[in-house]
């Protein structure tokens, strides 16, 4: 890889990152002259990752007003979490059929690690929140990753993505706020050892509902 795609990629993902972790603020303007500073990189490989951003829905362009930050709403949101119902579960169900042995290792690894972050308890809150998430989010892809459909489980973690934005945006300034769910990935872990694929199927889709249903409540008390 040249120097310029290396640019290009670092700058993707820092700001998709930053987007993501609510740390720039939905709708905000993405000037290239402000970002050349906050970043340290030029103008042109900062385009070529906002274009794509762009493609992912993460930012909008203005035409020649430049690109801004994607708006959010909770008709977002709800089309983010269907769309997830839809196929995270099918993931799921095909990872039950297909998982081999190395998988399943990889899932109980996966699940002890984000079943352990609770015992941190001198952890700084906003570290702990964005620990919780990095792990949260290695257990839902190591989950889907047995399906072996690796289309499905790109387009699952967008969405997961997508929806991780929301949720980091609803805790930003009160990580007290972050929802218990180990109950849940417990009993997820559980099922799906077990090769139980209409359990674990239920039991994701509750998950997939009970975080939209925390996240929209937090939203909607910031928005009143």
Known sequence: MGEHSTLVEQSYSLIREDII????????????ERLKDSYSVGASPLREALSRLLTDGLVTSEGLRGFRVAPVSLADFRDITESRLLVETAAL????ERGDSQWEGNLV????????LGERQN???????????????????????GSKSAH?????????DFSRRYRNISLR???????????????????????DADTAVRLIAEHIESTYRSVSKALEVDAA
């Open 123 to 145: 952890m700084d809150p906003q570290d702990f929140m964005i620990e919780m998430e990095r792990l949260n989010r290695e257990f839902h892809l190591v989950l889907i990753a």
């Open 21 to 32: 972790f609510g740390r720039l603020n939905p709708n905000s303007p993405l000037r290239i």
């Open 152 to 160: 499905l489980v790109r387009i699952c973690m967008q969405l997961f």
């Open 173 to 195: 300034g009160n990580p007290g706020r972050a929802h218990e769910v180990n109950d849940e990935h417990d009993a997820i872990h559980s099922a799906t050892l077990q090769r």
């Open 93 to 96: 169900r095909l990872a039950v």
């Open 109 to 116: 690894a996966a699940h002890y690690h984000l079943s352990r």
